[in-house]
């Protein structure tokens, strides 16, 4: 199996993971946090989607206008525009303040779901359309540090939820 078809591949399996898991949280689950200084299931799901769909976009050697954030209406409709934020204005929550992490918008589940899934296809396309050469080198290259940050944040999600759980059977007991 070639190494674009392993990214794409992984990359559909972080989709379906965070399909799994956040389908059925409702806002107190995406909104609770570990600590008062924690990002919370919803700023994580979002910062996993932000980056894929940054990914994306420097794959394609486009413009930050053609995320799909951007292209989807997402920024339009919640009157939020990311650029020029965090690490290298990427705007993906890498690098926010703390200020900055609160003022992502509230998705629910189903919309942050739905970005998941219009970066993810898109993302996986482009990997299967490489040509077996270095470019496809290169952007496995570029992808790796997304990927094993988008596997590491499914466990964070896990833990928060584990964590949520015990805190509140620890609350009413």
């Known amino acids: 199996m070639r190494d ?3 990214m794409a591949k992984w990359f559909e399996d972080i989709a379906a993971g965070l399909r799994r898991r956040v389908k059925a949280l409702d806002e107190d689950a995406l909104e609770w946090r570990a600590d008062d200084r924690g990002n919370n299931i919803r700023e994580t799901v979002w910062h996993m989607a932000r980056w894929i769909d940054v990914l994306t976009r420097i794959l394609g050697g486009t413009q930050a206008s053609t995320e799909r954030w951007f292209t989807d209406g997402w920024a339009d409709r919640t009157g939020y ?4 934020l ?10 926010y303040t703390f ?3 609160l003022a ?3 998705l629910t589940a189903t919309q942050l779901l739905e970005y998941v899934d219009s970066v993810s296809a898109p993302l996986a396309q482009r990997f299967r359309a490489l040509p077996d050469d270095e470019s ?3 952007a496995v290259r570029r992808a ?10 499914i466990g964070e999600i896990d833990a928060l939820l584990a964590i ?3 805190s509140a059977q620890r609350a009413s007991a």
């Open 104 to 106: 992502i918008p509230r």
């Open 164 to 166: 949520r759980e015990r």
């Open 86 to 95: 965090g690490d290298d204005g990427l705007g993906a929550l890498s690098g």
């Open 144 to 153: 790796t540090g997304i990927l094993q940050g988008c596997f590491a944040h």
């Open 4 to 6: 674009t078809e392993l």
């Open 81 to 84: 525009d990311p650029r020029g």
């Open 99 to 101: 200020e900055e992490v």
């Open 136 to 138: 496809a080198a290169k």
